[in-house]
């Protein structure tokens, strides 16, 4: 029964490739967040999405697109993998992410671009 | 920017004692929160404190929140193996741009 599941765990790819993330959610939260956290353990948002609106999207390249199917659902695509790409992604969801409250987070995505 | 800043960066103690963590932040806030981070793992929320809030327990933990200073403290009681963990502090504003910001994160070694 986990509340924010991601998949892959794990994603090896060579530079130039596109791949996608999953998330998910069954906590019936409005909304929905991606984070990437470096190797210094720093944790920044990249984009939040409140029933399947944008409307958070942080200076992130445009080659990172956020796409919400459903309130349950936020999936991150990414083309033309760069070596700088590579970390560990965060899914999260809150009840309602216009109040600032608690997060709950996946169990996250490394990924590691060669 | 509202990023907190933890302090101090690396922290460790003997199973049985307190272990007190500091944040920083430099603009007003509406809320703050602490997480946990075990190692590969996804952050789990701890307590969240208001910012007309002076002092939260949650079991083994107690923060405090002075505003006036810009500050926060995550105190563990009687520290356990099992709390060694990345700790982090997130500086939350409401509004139509709502979101956390994260600090660099603490990191606690608790030895048994």
């Known amino acids: 029964d986990t509340a924010v599941s991601q998949t892959p765990k794990y994603l090896v790819t060579q530079m130039g490739n596109d791949k996608s993330i999953k998330c998910e959610q069954n906590l019936g939260h409005d909304t929905m967040y991606w984070y990437k956290q470096d190797s210094k353990k720093f944790l920044k948002i990249m984009f939040s999405y409140n029933n399947k609106e944008l409307i958070i999207n942080e200076t992130v390249p445009n080659r990172f697109s956020p796409k919400s199917p459903d309130k349950a659902h936020l999936n991150l695509h990414i083309n033309s993998l760069e070596l700088g790409d590579s970390a560990v992604y965060f899914c999260?969801?809150?009840?309602?992410?216009?109040?600032?409250?608690?997060?709950?987070f996946g169990p996250g995505t490394r990924l590691t671009v060669t | 920017s509202q990023q907190g800043e933890e302090d101090p960066q690396a922290l460790s103690i003997q199973e049985g004692e307190n272990a007190t963590m500091n944040c920083s932040y430099k603009?007003?806030?509406?809320?703050l929160q602490w997480y946990r981070q075990n190692s590969g793992r996804g952050l789990v929320h701890l307590i969240l404190i208001r910012s007309n809030e002076r002092e939260k327990h949650s079991g083994r933990l107690r923060v405090t929140l002075d505003t006036s200073k810009k500050s926060s403290s995550l105190l563990i009681t009687a520290s356990r193996a099992a709390d060694t963990a990345s700790y982090f502090c997130a500086t939350g504003y409401t509004g139509a741009n709502s979101k956390l910001t994260f600090g660099k994160g603490i990191t606690l070694s608790v030895r048994p």
């Open positions: 603009t007003s806030i509406n809320n």
């Open positions: 999260a969801s809150s009840q309602n992410g216009l109040a600032a409250g608690e997060q709950y």
